[in-house]
């Protein structure tokens, strides 16, 4: 991996990164936090939104005082493969800044947006060897990024101690940002989507067992709420498989990352008490 920029923050050590990922068959960017002390540390990964880069979180969330407190490396990737090459739309709600944590099937998705595979299959074993971790890892994440973090985990419980999000996607095969972005990645067959839904995947007791809690922070001003993100989807589905989820309806909060600033402490410390007993 390539470092290229590095700027201490609340005495840890904050670096974007750029590597040739041969999953994505693209340049892929990245930031990673490492706290000060001695490691090794456990590792939060965090999954951003629609439109964003590895940017977006890294300087308007304001997780590192938390990070360095726990002692947790912070991981935040971009949301997609980049370049002239890879296929885009128009829409800032498909392709480039909108990979939705899939591998696609479709063309002209299929060739770069793998972005299941990069994190699952590269990201973490790349990450795992480059910087002092234990291997132990939590995943968070905002919007299009909490649906990703909750069907990741749920999907890869071997691979994820915690989980949480802000504002997730709660159930992309009913929402139209989700139908169509799973309809131009994944193609028509809907049986193909179910296992990126968390609502769906919850209620099928995917993973039971693995999560003791899962924390999800929603602003009751969000102007996406209703259309779009409908958590509620996930606790009914909670109550019916017997996951427990803690959903905090947080009155007056929007969308944005000053909503996500309020709140991300109080994940650091809820991934820290997993991540490190
Ligand atoms: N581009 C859309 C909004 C997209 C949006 O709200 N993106 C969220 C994630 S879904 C985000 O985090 N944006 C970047 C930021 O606020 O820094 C618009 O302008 O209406």
């Not at 800032?92 to 944590?101: M, S």
């Not at 790349?126 to 909750?150: E, Y």
């Amino acid at each position: 991996m390539e470092t290229l920029k590095t700027h201490v923050v609340h005495g840890g050590t904050l670096r974007y990164l750029k590597h040739d990922s041969p999953t994505t068959g693209t340049p892929m960017t990245l930031s990673v936090f490492v706290p000060p002390g001695e490691g090794p540390f456990p590792v939060l990964i965090w999954l951003s939104g629609l439109t964003c880069t590895e940017d977006n979180f890294t300087t308007k969330a304001g997780a590192y005082a938390a990070a360095a407190e726990h002692g947790i490396i912070v991981v935040a990737p971009d949301t997609s493969p980049r370049g002239e090459g890879v296929a885009d739309d128009d829409a800032w709600d498909l392709g480039q800044g909108a990979g939705f944590y899939v591998d696609a099937t479709e063309a002209p998705w299929a060739k770069h947006f793998r972005m299941e595979s990069y994190l699952t299959g590269e990201l973490i074993a790349l990450v795992d060897a480059a910087f002092p971790t234990t291997k132990v890892r939590g995943i968070s994440g905002h919007s299009m990024g909490g649906h990703g973090a909750l069907t990741l985990a749920l999907n890869h419980p071997e691979l994820f101690q915690s989980v949480s999000a802000f504002a997730p996607i709660a159930s992309p095969t009913r929402c139209p940002w989700g139908e169509k972005a799973l309809g131009a990645y994944l193609g028509d067959d809907q049986r193909a989507w179910a296992r990126h839904d968390a609502a769906r995947l919850i209620e099928a007791g995917t993973a039971h067992g693995v999560y003791d809690e899962i924390l999800i922070d929603q602003g009751d001003a969000d102007p996406f709420l209703a259309e779009q993100l409908k958590p509620e989807l996930l606790v009914e589905a909670a109550k019916a498989s017997g996951q427990k989820i803690t959903l905090r309806m947080q009155p007056g909060y929007d969308h944005s990352y000053f909503f996500m600033a309020s709140f991300i402490a109080d994940h650091v410390a809820f991934h820290a008490r997993r991540l490190k007993g």
